[in-house]
Structure formats: C-alpha cells, structure tokens
C-alpha cells in the first residue's frame, strides 16, 4: 500500500498568462493556517468569470497588482465548499469537520484551501456540497446589485439584461425573492429555463429590442454589456437606478474601466441613478443567500459538471460564453 504524503496536495496551477491551455496540475506543499485562517478540504468548486480574468491578465492593468509577466498567485479558482481540516489558534467560529463555503483570493481548485475565516460561511444541513460551491460570487453578485445599490423591494419593475448566466440566473430569483416584477432577457435556447426560475416577462433578444418596446423600469441590471449607456437610460423611469455589472468591451488595455468611468460621469448630472457594481465578499451575505437557498426561493442553475480534475477543459468551455447559469467541478477523489 503506498503511503500517502499528507504534507502535500494536487493543485491546478498557472505557470503563465493564459487561457484554459496554459494550466497544469502540480504536487505543492499543503497549507498550513495563520492566526486567522481555516484549512479546507475542496469537496466542489464552480467556475466564475473573475478566474478568467485573473488567469489571462486582461485588461492588462489588472497586472499592475497581479503579476506583470506571470500570475503573482499561480493556483487559481475561487469559489468553492468543503469541510474544515485546520483551523489557526485565533479562529473559533468554526470546528473540524465543519462544512463550509465561500469565496478566497486564489486557490480553491485545489485538494485543499487556505484563507481567512472571514471568507466562510456553513453549508446548511440539507444542503449538498455542490449547490453551496455555485453560490458564492454570483450570489452575492447579485444580491448586492439589487438590495444594496438598486433597493429593490416589492413592487418594483426589475429588467435584468444578460438573465441566463451565472450572475443572471441569481438576479432573477433574488429579485423575485424581494418582491419585484421581473422582465428577463436572454436567448431564444434560454427562454424556458429563464422563466422556470421565476422570470414575469422573458424578452428573447435576438427578436425584440428591450429599448423599443416602450415599457420603462425602476431598475436596470446591466450583466451583459451590450447596449449603450443612453439607450439603457431611455428604459429607466426618471429616479430609476441602472447598476452595471459588465462593461462594454474595451479592448485588451483598459476593458471596461472607460465604460465604468463614463456610468460615474454621467451619474453627476442626471436625476436617475447610475452606478457600477463592485461586488464584495462578506459572510452575512453568504448566510443569507443560503437562507433563501433553504426555503426554495433560491435554486443554483448549473449548466454542466465536470470533476476538478478536468478543471482546464472547464475552463476553456466557459471562456466560449453564452452561459446558462454555473460551471461545477467536482472534488478531488479521496486519497
């Protein structure tokens, strides 16, 4: 029987600036936990669009903070659940064996993980590992995006563009969850799935102009980017809010930061409020997007599963686009 090296562990790395192709697995040394950490066994991880950021460098000023040449944190992935096997002597919120999820830094597409206790919540009893893994950024994506910036509650018109990806899925049940009217768009192969998950009205974008139809909404949840600023603001009521959380492409430099710069610009002159979304983990988020999960108003759409193992090939199928809701990856087999 071979001996098992616990002070070691299987993990994705990238060695250099990228897409799906660049990544290999490595044997690196198992995290050990500062003050404040946790140490957690990957059970499910799920892909966001940040991991491709962060592992091709674009736009290019991400690498003023990331790595000029090459990534500054080689493992990859964020977004993950798994059971704590380690925690640092200043950490009491959980205990061993506890199961947890969350969103870190870098990492999680890994046998085991390393960050902040902070960067965790429980998995809630009833709740399989694999859902809990896909809620993370696009949860609180989200959630932040209507509650926080669009003070969304009952009675409001919510249009949220780009409704069948990851973050999309999430808006519309969370609006719905708040009390909104909720207008979707999306493709013609997403429109049952989208009103499935609780959509009113689902505007198929390759036939009908969301601008045009003369309907205008308290809040517009821009996750895809593809309209301009002024033409969003023609479907606005006149103090509705516009959140953008995608930018319109801006080349490999800059990206969406012209975009963003123009959203805050315009913001100064203008009745209706325009902001873009900065989305930031905390874990009273975390608890409550599994609170809504636990009462069914919440439901992960996961579009394909793959084990971690294949977690290049995932990477390369999510780098293609046209989500419909969430990439998993399963755990590492157990050794």
């Not at 563009?161 to 708040?178: C, D, E, H, P, R």
């Not at 203008?270 to 983990?281: D, E, F, I, S, V």
Request: aromatic fraction near 6%.
């Amino acid at each position: 029987m071979t001996e098992v090296d616990t002070a070691r562990m299987t993990a994705w790395v990238a060695p250099r600036y990228g897409g799906g192709e660049v990544l290999r697995t490595e044997v690196v040394p198992r995290p050990v936990p500062g003050e404040r950490d946790v140490i957690v066994r990957v059970r499910a991880a799920s892909l966001c669009s940040g991991d491709l950021h962060l592992l091709n460098g674009t736009p290019y000023l991400l690498r003023l903070g990331f790595g000029l040449r090459r990534p500054k944190h080689r493992m990859i992935g964020q977004n993950l659940a798994g059971e704590v096997v380690a925690v640092g002597i200043k950490v009491s919120e959980f205990q061993l064996g506890d199961r947890v999820f969350g969103e870190v830094p870098s990492g999680a597409f890994a046998e085991f993980v390393r960050a902040d206790v902070q960067s965790f919540a429980l998995v809630p009893d009833d709740m399989e590992m694999e859902t809990a893994a896909a809620i993370p950024d696009s949860g609180m994506t989200a959630l932040q995006g209507l509650r926080d910036i669009g003070k969304v509650g009952p009675g409001h018109r919510v249009l949220i563009n780009g409704a069948s990806g990851g973050v999309g899925t999430f808006a519309v049940q969370i609006a719905k969850a708040l009390g909104a009217h909720v207008t979707a768009v999306c493709g013609t192969r997403h429109l049952d799935m989208v009103h499935d998950i609780g959509a009113d009205i689902v505007i198929d974008y390759t036939t009908t102009d969301f601008i045009t139809t003369g309907d205008t909404y308290d809040v517009i949840f821009d996750l895809a980017g593809n309209r301009k600023l002024r033409d969003c603001r023609r479907a606005l009521t006149p103090n509705g809010t516009f959140i953008s959380s995608a930018g319109a492409p801006g080349g490999n430099w800059f990206g969406p930061i012209r975009w963003l710069g123009s959203v805050l610009i315009t913001n100064l002159f203008t009745r209706q409020t325009l902001k873009p979304l900065l989305m930031r983990p905390t874990t009273t988020d975390l608890r409550y997007l599994a609170e809504l999960a636990t009462t069914g108003a919440l439901r992960p759409v996961i579009q394909r599963r793959l084990p971690l193992s294949e977690a290049a090939a995932a990477i390369s199928l999510f780098a293609e686009g046209h989500a419909s809701g969430k990439t998993l990856l399963t755990g590492w087999p157990a050794r």
